[in-house]
């Protein structure tokens, strides 16, 4: 388990800024944004193409979650930063109220110790992946920490702080 000590070590590197509406316009953007993003951050990574894939894999999930969003105004930002080996996808988003309660839930459920067993029950269904299945995946399968900042009261910020250099390269 990688914990930061304080915020503030972790080093900005990007940040896309969007209108949301301009976002919600197009799927496509989930995908062109985190590939992007990826590749920004993955140079200087010891397996950097490993590296690419699995951010942008990680970043494509939570861009889509955001695009979920039922809340027609306000600003999408995506900034990425990095301490060491742990690098932090900092997602800020309009959401309504609903939302808001989705995601305060979600990420409660996460944190306790049967996450693994709960992503395992859902991705063994039949039924689409859903948002909180998303987050899931993100804690169980990429080790990541999550949790969510409310900012104003028609925005939330998802915070996920990655460490893909510790992940195994092989399945255990």
């Known amino acids: 388990m990688i914990v930061a000590s304080r915020d503030t070590d972790f080093g ?9 509406k301009s976002f919600l316009s197009m799927w496509l953007y989930c995908d062109q944004i985190s590939s992007y993003l990826a590749r920004m951050v993955s140079h200087n990574r010891s397996d950097s193409v490993r590296h690419s894939n699995l951010f942008s ?13 039922r809340h027609p105004d306000g600003e999408l930002a995506c900034r990425v930063s990095r301490q060491g080996r742990v690098d932090r996808i900092e997602l800020t988003f309009p ?7 989705f995601y305060r839930e979600a990420l409660s459920q996460i944190v306790r110790s049967e996450s693994g067993d ?4 859902s991705v063994s269904g039949d039924l689409a992946p859903s948002r909180e299945v998303v987050l899931l995946e993100l804690a169980v399968d990429y080790k990541a920490k999550l949790r ?12 996920v702080d990655l460490p893909l250099e510790d992940l195994p390269s092989e399945p255990v």
């Open 12 to 20: 900005p590197m990007i940040q896309v800024d969007m209108e949301i």
């Open 57 to 69: 894999s990680v970043a494509n999930e939570l861009l889509e979650v955001a695009f979920r969003t």
């Open 148 to 159: 969510l900042e409310e900012t104003e009261a028609d925005t939330i910020k998802l915070v």
């Open 118 to 121: 709960r992503y395992m029950n």
């Open 95 to 101: 959401c309504t109220p609903e939302e808001r309660q």
